[in-house]
């Protein structure tokens, strides 16, 4: 039986990080669906980024998706004026949701596409402490490559939901 693995994504509208895990909760690969520029239109940049997810998707064949869902804090205030708001955050989410739902369907049996609310698996801790610690959990994982912690938060949600699964991944097999 092929390797069942697990593909996290940590959302945004600038950039999104995603982590394939495998059941054992091994880090196979991790990276970034990027806009072509950050500077372009926010539905630009999330058309690119749901283009690169179907890519993935295709490519790696998860058995599972799980993506952050927001609990409503993505603001300007909270990014020091950086950030794109809830609005355009949440179409960005809401892309990535569909693409993924539209995979499971088109992909057939199995599949799964979970949201996980971002406050139910961090637990309410930091970002940095939350990066630290995956930097700990997997040597491979490149701190320097993964300045906002994107990444880093695609590896601890997919880690994060094969531990919380892993009964029914096992129970699955029959």
């Not at 600038?14 to 072509?36: C, D, H, I, N």
């Not at 979970?114 to 637990?123: H, Y």
């Not at 906002?148 to 880690?159: Q, Y």
Request: proline share 5%.
């Amino acid at each position: 039986m092929p390797q069942r693995t697990i593909l996290a994504l940590d959302p945004s509208s600038t950039r999104t990080g995603y982590a394939l895990l495998s059941e054992q909760e091994k880090l196979l690969e991790a990276g970034f669906l990027s806009p072509r520029k950050r500077t372009d239109p926010a539905a630009e940049r999330i058309a690119a980024m749901v283009e690169d997810l179907m890519g993935l998707l295709h490519t790696l064949e998860p058995a599972a998706v799980v993506i952050e869902w927001t609990t409503g804090k993505v603001g300007r205030r909270r990014h020091h004026g950086g950030g794109a708001g809830l609005a355009v955050y949440g179409v960005s989410l809401g892309a990535l949701w569909q693409a993924a739902c539209f995979y499971a369907r088109m992909a057939g049996v199995g599949v799964r596409v979970e949201l996980v609310a971002e406050n139910e698996w961090t637990d309410g801790r930091p970002k940095a402490e939350r990066t630290a610690a995956i930097a700990r959990l997997y040597p491979q994982y490149q701190v320097n490559r993964d300045p906002g912690g994107d990444m880093a938060d695609a590896i601890g949600l997919g880690g994060w939901w094969i531990r919380r699964h892993r009964f029914k991944l096992l129970s699955d097999d029959a």
